[in-house]
């Protein structure tokens, strides 16, 4: 089966060895057309497909069905969180807002974050803290608040 015949089998994940997209998620061409691997393996052993697929191995080029998901933007979002990984907008929102010499991590990003959360720290605390005006960090934080980082903020 082509999907197999560009899989390496390790005992724990399956590595694609056929092309990649740039994001580092397998490419297969059928009919010469380029097609998510991951869905196409989800959808060849029957597995239900949402929006979209992701891996529970932090390996991008993985394969194995054990180590993949499937599911709405949600899930796939609250997934990340729960590994202390958060949606791209979020960072690259306070990213760019903030003063350019003073570069912080996603680590230090989630403690903001958290301790937003926890009403250790304000909306106003954050903006002059990052000089991130105080309207793009109210928005950002409203924007993501389905997801536990903001609950409880005032
Ligand atoms: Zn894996």
């Known amino acids: 089966m082509l999907l197999l015949a560009q899989i390496e089998e390790t005992d724990d994940c399956w590595i694609w060895t056929g092309e990649l997209a740039t994001k580092g998620t397998p490419i297969i061409r059928i009919d010469g057309k380029r ?10 052993i029957g597995r239900p497909l949402g929006q979209l697929v992701w891996d529970t191995c932090d390996n991008p080029a993985c394969m194995n069905p054990e180590h993949l998901r499937s599911g709405p ?3 796939f979002q609250q997934a990340m ?26 680590q230090q990003v989630r403690a903001e974050w958290l301790s937003l959360a926890a009403g250790e720290t304000t909306y106003e605390g954050l903006s002059e803290r990052y ?7 109210r928005k950002t934080c409203q924007r993501w608040a389905p ?8």
Request: hydrophobic share 40%; with cysteine; aromatic share 6%.
């Open 81 to 106: 969180a729960e590994k202390g990984l958060f949606p791209k907008g979020l960072q690259r929102s306070l990213l760019s807002a903030q003063n350019r010499n003073a570069r912080f991590g996603m």
């Open 35 to 44: 097609h998510p691997a991951r869905r196409v393996m989800l959808e060849t």
């Open 73 to 75: 933007r949600r899930e």
């Open 147 to 154: 997801l536990f980082i903001c609950q409880g903020v005032r």
């Open 131 to 137: 000089g991130v005006s105080l309207s793009a960090v």
